[in-house]
T-cell receptor, first 114, second 115 residues
Framework: DAGITQSPRYKITETGRQVTLMCHQTWSHSYMFWYRQDLGHGLRLIYYSAAADITDKGEVPDGYVVSRSKTENFPLTLESATRSQTSVYFC?????????????FGPGTRLTVT | KNQVEQSPQSLIILEGKNCTLQCNYTVSPFSNLRWYKQDTGRGPVSLTIMTFSENTKSNGRYTATLDADTKQSSLHITASQLSDSASYICVVSVRGSSNTGKLIFGQGTTLQVKP
């Protein structure tokens, strides 16, 4: 049971390049999320998805694009990477809606933009 | 503004000792409060989730308390082990927001357990 996986685990890219971070979950969870984690901040929500083909913005969506053509995949694309997007990115998923849901996090992708 | 503040920012204790981490929140309307453990280089893993009506919940050597009146929570770790070295994150959920990602994350307390 793989759970939720992210790839790559580490990525170095240059300013202005496009980069895509992958997230895959094997639980068939409806909801998926992308967060970034930076020193001095708690995790901040970038985008989330309630189901395939349904996505919505979170707290810090600027500079990011998401898609969800299949329930199990939720890629995050930085269309033109900037140094301020250097961060650790976490994907998460949850089974249902409601405020008592449990979110399960992936192992993270450490992205460095030079 | 919805906020979650944790203290201390970091903590060093000796193996076998107990410790308590604090969380204060100004989140409204409140739904539930959860504590996560995040090992270095890994994603957060849930330890406990407490609703408004629960004031204590345990998970092995971890015991979380919640005082909804004062908007405070604590995480008590008993008989610490080296494997408890991690960051502990307090997260408060906003009521009525469905699953729209209305989780307010604290910055975490970094715990180091030394032999």
């Amino acid at each position: 049971d793989a759970g939720i996986t992210q790839s790559p685990r580490y990525k170095i890219t240059e300013t202005g390049r496009q980069v895509t971070l992958m997230c895959h979950q094997t639980w068939s969870h409806s909801y998926m999320f992308w967060y970034r984690q930076d020193l001095g901040h708690g995790l901040r929500l970038i985008y989330y998805s309630a189901a395939a083909d349904i996505t919505d913005k979170g707290e810090v969506p600027d500079g990011y694009v998401v898609s969800r053509s299949k329930t199990e995949n939720f890629p995050l694309t930085l269309e033109s990477a900037t140094r301020s997007q250097t961060s650790v990115y976490f994907c998460a998923s949850s089974r249902t809606s409601g405020t008592s849901y449990e979110q399960y996090f992936g192992p993270g992708t450490r992205l460095t933009v030079t | 503004k919805n906020q979650v503040e944790q203290s201390p920012q970091s903590l060093i204790i000796l193996e076998g000792k107990n410790c308590t981490l604090q969380c204060n929140y100004t989140v409204s309307p409140f739904s539930n409060l959860r504590w996560y453990k995040q090992d270095t280089g890994r994603g957060p893993v849930s330890l406990t989730i407490m609703t408004f009506s629960e004031n204590t919940k345990s998970n092995g050597r971890y015991t979380a308390t919640l005082d909804a009146d004062t908007k405070q929570s604590s995480l008590h770790i008993t008989a610490s082990q080296l494997s408890d070295s991690a960051s502990y994150i307090c997260v408060v959920s906003v009521r009525g927001s469905s699953n729209t990602g209305k989780l307010i994350f604290g910055q975490g307390t970094t715990l180091q357990v030394k032999p």
